[in-house]
């Protein structure tokens, strides 16, 4: 609670942006996710190759993705979206955007929509939100009844950032405000009145 607590202070500071309504899931719930709809699957644009990838028992381990078509299992999907030592946390970003999408296609794919309780009930435990079950099976359905190409991904890359070390030698990003305050103002685009309400 304290972390998405934390969360919603640092991006309405931040952006602007009002915080209403949250969804936390944890590593367990979303290899279960990528499971529920019997694997995603992902197109690896080059190889990736991670040598101190983190395990559950606080050692590492050698995880590999090679370049092309890959059908991927929970815990396969959850490597591909955290590994981030061969390049950085943007490409990261970009995988977990990719695995996303991969999963808005499975789901639809497989009309997934008559098992949405039963899969909503079966990540209890593993998932965190101020939603109400009658919300998160509302919010399914509207997102099952969305088309690929009505998804918008908006994110701070590279070109937004700039590296910089701190006195204390930490290793931070700085970030181009305006071009990320311009970015927010188009993904944050509010319903214009119609007049019809006040």
């Keep these: ?78 490597e591909y979206v955290r590994t981030r030592h061969q390049d950085s946390d943007f490409a990261r970003r970009q995988r977990q955007e990719q695995v996303l999408l991969a999963l808005f296609d499975k789901a639809k794919g497989i009309n997934i929509a008559p098992r949405l309780p039963s899969l909503l009930r079966s990540f209890a435990g593993t998932v965190q939100t101020n939603f109400t079950f009658d919300e998160q099976l509302a919010l399914g359905r509207v997102a099952l009844a969305m088309q690929h190409d009505g998804i918008g991904l908006y994110s701070i890359d590279q070109t937004m950032t700039s590296d910089w070390t701190t006195p204390n030698g930490e290793e931070v990003l700085l970030g181009d405000w305006p071009t990320i305050k311009e970015l927010v103002g188009r993904t944050f685009v509010l319903p214009q009145s119609t007049g019809d309400s006040p």
Excluded at 19 to 36: C, E, L, M, P, T
Excluded at 58 to 70: L, N, R, W
């Design 1 to 78: 609670a304290a972390g998405v607590a934390l969360a919603k202070r640092t991006i309405e500071a931040n952006f602007g942006i009002p915080i209403d309504y949250y969804i936390s899931i944890d590593f367990r719930g979303f290899q279960k996710v990528v499971d529920a709809v019997g694997g995603i699957d992902v197109d690896v644009p080059y190889y990736i190759r991670d040598d101190d990838y983190p395990t559950e028992n606080y050692g590492t381990k050698t995880v590999e993705f090679f370049p092309g078509p890959h059908h991927m299992d929970g815990q396969t999907a959850l």
